[in-house]
């Protein structure tokens, strides 16, 4: 089931880039994000009024928490990538920019969750920044007409998911997904209406496109990617979650290669294949670390037992 969902989220998750890319020609960033969740926020609301069972036993000091993440992993985290993508920076670098996330995660995994980090696991997530550098620069050499401090606009997406991820795994209340779901989607359709309506640029297109790229952010992107998100989190921790990441980047990269012509060349490739080297040695580090801490815990259990 693990393996399955897995692939599923990285799907879901590689679709959000395509749809942006799909939305990018025919409106503004603030416009996109605020129809995709101005409609499903309205839908959420009113299930979670109809049905109050998930949200029983939850304080507000508990909705005013999943409201901060939120802000940080929707509105923070998607604002940056559609702004990236309308400067003209790739769908598949946007996402092995993002990739970079477990190398922040896993530096303060440590600190912050009290989790340990093996010393194969930081080679592998120092390759998957090595990847990132490469596949970045080709795609600034190919000409798509970006200039160089759009690429910087990703890090700060993919620092406000590493915050919000952290945020999350330190909350001491078990928040049901469609109550966490209904609250960063409706927080997530205040912050966007705003900024959509102080810019004028509240009004949707009447293009079929624009409606198609909605249609498939909202049913792919949202209850796919971002619903296995937190799912996954929840299920296999921060560490499995963060290291899917790195499979993002190749997966959107020959998404956006097949349906929109973006530039997918030997140094592109060189770059993804890091990037997949590096999930392996993070995959194969974090069973190693969860061997070894087993085997101390069975250690531990026998000297206690043997004791008078």
């Known amino acids: 089931m693990n393996f399955l969902l897995s692939i599923a989220f990285v799907l879901c998750w590689s679709s959000g880039f395509i749809g942006a890319k799909l939305g990018a020609g025919s409106a503004a960033a603030v416009t996109i994000l605020m129809w995709r969740f101005l ?14 069972t998930s949200w029983r036993g939850l304080t507000m000091r508990d909705v005013g ?29 946007t996402a092995l920019i993002d990739g970079v996330q477990p190398l922040v995660a ?27 550098a490469v596949v970045t620069l080709a795609d600034a050499a190919a000409g798509t007409g970006a200039a ?51 810019a004028g640029a509240a009004k949707p297109p009447a293009e079929l496109s624009f409606w198609s790229a909605i249609t498939w952010l909202v049913a ?7 619903g296995l998100y937190w799912l996954i989190l929840r299920r296999s ?22 349906m929109f012509g973006e530039p997918f060349g030997a140094q592109t490739a060189l770059g993804l294949a890091v990037g997949l080297a590096a999930v392996v040695i993070v995959h194969r580090g974090d069973a190693s670390s969860t061997r070894m801490c087993a085997r101390t815990i069975e250690v531990r259990r026998t000297s206690c037992s043997s004791r008078p």
């Open 237 to 258: 921790g921060v560490t499995e979650v963060n290291t899917l990441m790195f499979l993002m980047a190749p997966v959107t990269a020959v998404w956006g290669a097949l």
């Open 220 to 226: 792919l992107s949202t209850f796919g990617g971002y």
């Open 39 to 52: 409609p499903l926020a309205v839908v959420l609301v009113v299930v979670a009024v109809v049905s109050r």
């Open 106 to 132: 896993g530096a303060l995994a440590g600190p912050l969750l009290r989790q340990y980090v093996s010393r194969r696991q930081w080679v592998g997530l120092c390759l998957g920044v090595s990847g990132v």
């Open 148 to 198: 160089w401090w759009a690429y910087l606009i990703p890090f700060l997406g993919m620092c406000a998911l590493v915050a919000a991820t952290f945020f999350e795994s330190r909350s001491r209340t078990s928040v049901a997904p469609v109550v966490s779901m209904t609250v960063h989607c409706a927080t997530s359709a205040v912050v966007f209406t705003a900024l959509a309506v102080s």
């Open 65 to 93: 928490r999943q409201a901060v993440i939120g802000v940080l992993s929707q509105s923070g985290y998607l604002l940056t990538v559609y702004y990236a993508i309308q400067l003209g920076v790739s769908s598949g670098t």
